[in-house]
């Protein structure tokens, strides 16, 4: 199949993109280039440099390439920026996603995969998080993923798009080629992960005092290459279904602390790390219920322990001490 990936240099996207060549799907990536990388994507995958909210670029993108399929993850990710920025959020992640709609629409392209997230579930009303629970977002990055999920439904019914809605809950690790690298970094285990690379002194455990085991907070991490697989399962599932909307998670939480001490068991290094005052709109437990999408698509998450994707990250990291090469090159053209 052909399939057009927007942010498909980031750390998802690339990683996702290795996988669709993988099963032999025929891809182009469309970034503009702004948190992605260029060599985060293999050298026979084209690259389009280019922004999704620029219509002229995603027409002729779509026009040139013919894609059957569109899988989105262009978008700005940090909740706390998000709170300082709003606009920056609703124009790039809600306006810009409403723009490759409508040129998707445009140019007869009848299906999206699109990039999600747990954070349209604010502060959960229960542990585990269903897909039926309530959506009220805390944070502006949440409610702009929000209005494009009901952008989503909106074109389904009107105009026949068939969609996936991928909620993520915490990325991580590695494929062995994509890491997270993050400017600025806010996600726990890379963070971790550069205290023991040297690169920080300290990690910073933000509240002790949440009604958990040990006091901090819990999430749910999964494999990025678990991820990646979703994406896949989700592609072939719009064959014989309309929309489909699932969480993505491993149901099981991990504390900060417990993150923290398995970074010190895979790296065999001591991590030193303070405490420190809650950070506001920390929600205790973030946990997802993913049993929607292994029981109709199949998935298993085959990357669950939690010390082996830390090791995979940690791996990668060591491999790519300054990140890519492209972060300090000429991204202009």
Known sequence: MKVLVTGGAGYIGATTVRSLIAEGHDVVVFDNLSKGHRDAIPKSVPLIVGDVG?????????????????????????????????????????????????????????????????????????????????????????ESKL????????????????????????????????????????????????VAAGERKTISIFGTDYPTSDGTCIRDYIHVSD??????LALHGLDSHEQLIYNLGNSRGFSVREVIDAARRVTGLEIPAIEAARRPGDPAVLV??????????????????????????WQWMQHHPAGYVSETADLSE
């Open 147 to 194: 209005l494009v999920e009901r952008m989503l439904s909106w074109f389904g019914r009107v105009h026949g798009l068939r969609y996936a809605s991928l909620r993520y809950f915490n990325a991580a690790g590695s494929d062995g080629f994509s890491g997270e690298r993050h400017h600025p970094e806010t996600h726990l285990i890379p963070l971790v992960l550069q």
């Open 227 to 232: 991820l990646a697989q979703a994406h896949l």
């Open 288 to 313: 997802a219920r993913s049993a929607k999408i292994r029981r109709e698509l199949g998935w298993t998450p085959q990357h669950a322990d939690l010390d082996s994707i830390i090791a995979s990250a």
């Open 54 to 142: 620029d219509r002229r670029a995603i027409d002729a993108a779509l026009q040139q390439h013919g894609p059957e399929a569109v899988l989105h993850f262009g978008a700005f990710i940090e909740a706390g920026e998000s709170m300082q920025a709003p606009e920056k959020y609703f124009r790039n992640n809600s306006a810009s996603s409403l723009t490759l709609l409508e040129a998707m629409l445009a140019n007869g392209v009848k299906k999206l995969i699109f990039s999600s997230t747990a954070a349209l579930y604010g502060e959960p009303r229960r542990i585990p998080i269903e897909e039926t629970d309530p959506l009220d977002p805390t944070n502006a990055y949440g």
